[in-house]
């Protein structure tokens, strides 16, 4: 017969979610950071690529987006 209780490995559980609810909390965090890094980088491209012309840099942009 095993040694823990029910309120044992139930503890155990709740410790475990909580500890996988701050490691998703903090993995969203880091995906709206890289978000707006990948916004700002799309951009900058269209800045750049304006200088080419309006239609090329609207063209370029809408590339990296599809």
Known sequence: MSERSVEDIRGE???ERRGLDDDLARLRSELR???IFG???L???ALVTWRAGK?????????LVK
């Not at 239609?55 to 590339?63: D, E, F, S």
């Open 13 to 15: 559980i709740a410790a």
């Open 33 to 35: 950071s890289l978000a």
């Open 39 to 41: 916004a700002l980088g």
């Open 43 to 45: 951009v900058v491209v």
């Open 55 to 63: 239609r090329k840099g609207t063209q370029t942009v809408w590339k």
